[in-house]
C-alpha cells in the first residue's frame, strides 16, 4: 500500500465495522411538527452519536423520512456532520411542485458534498481517528421565508451511517 509518508510497502488495511442504524421508533427521533407559520430554517429530528473508531473515516449516510407541508415550500432533508451547520454529507430533496401540498411525501437521503476535492483523504467530512462525532439529520428550508407548517412522521424513517475508512 501507499503509506502516508508517499513510501510504498506494508500498512495495517481497516475495514468497515458495519453500519449504524436508527429507526424512527427510536425514543430520541422526533415526530416534528413546527405549527402553522413555521418561519425557521430548519428543524432538528434527530441526532446520531457515533462512537470513536480506530481509523480516519468517512460517513457514508442512507435514510428517508417523511415530511407533510402545508405550503408550496420546498424543504429538504439534510445529513450534516459535527454540527446542524456542518458539512454535508447526504441530501433528500424536495419536490417543488403545488400538487404534492398536503400530503406526506418521502425524502430519501441520497449522498452529498459541499466541496470539490482532488485528494478523497482531503474532505471536510472525514472524521480524525479515534474521535467521537454527532451526526444530524434535520429538515431545512430552501430558497425561502415563506411560513408553513412541517410535520414528520417516525413510521418507516430511518438513518443509517456506515464509517468508510480513508487511508491518510
Known amino acids: 500500500a501507499k503509506r502516508s509518508d508517499g513510501k510504498w510497502g506494508p500498512r495495517k488495511i481497516f475495514q468497515s465495522p458495519g453500519v449504524y442504524k436508527k429507526a424512527g421508533s427510536a425514543e430520541d427521533w422526533l415526530a416534528v411538527n413546527s405549527g402553522n407559520g413555521w418561519a425557521g430554517e430548519y428543524l432538528s429530528i434527530v441526532t446520531m452519536p457515533m462512537p470513536a473508531q480506530p481509523f480516519a473515516w468517512e460517513p457514508e449516510v442512507d435514510g428517508m423520512v417523511e415530511f407533510f407541508t402545508t405550503a408550496n415550500v420546498r424543504i429538504d432533508l439534510e445529513c450534516r456532520l459535527g454540527a446542524v451547520a456542518g458539512p454535508l454529507l447526504a441530501r433528500g430533496p424536495a419536490i417543488a411542485i403545488t400538487a404534492?401540498?398536503?400530503?406526506?411525501?418521502?425524502?430519501?437521503?441520497?449522498?452529498?458534498?459541499?466541496?470539490?476535492?482532488?485528494?478523497?483523504?482531503s474532505s471536510s467530512t472525514?472524521?480524525?481517528?479515534?474521535?467521537?462525532?454527532?451526526?444530524?439529520?434535520?429538515?431545512?428550508?430552501?430558497?425561502?421565508?415563506?411560513?408553513?407548517?412541517?410535520?414528520t412522521r417516525k413510521e418507516r424513517a430511518y438513518l443509517r451511517v456506515r464509517p468508510i475508512p480513508v487511508p491518510v
Open 100 to 121: 404534492f401540498q398536503n400530503q406526506w411525501i418521502p425524502r430519501v437521503l441520497s449522498r452529498a458534498a459541499e466541496e470539490t476535492i482532488s485528494v478523497p483523504t
Open 126 to 151: 472525514i472524521v480524525p481517528k479515534n474521535t467521537a462525532v454527532n451526526i444530524f439529520l434535520i429538515a431545512r428550508k430552501i430558497e425561502t421565508t415563506a411560513q408553513t407548517r412541517l410535520e
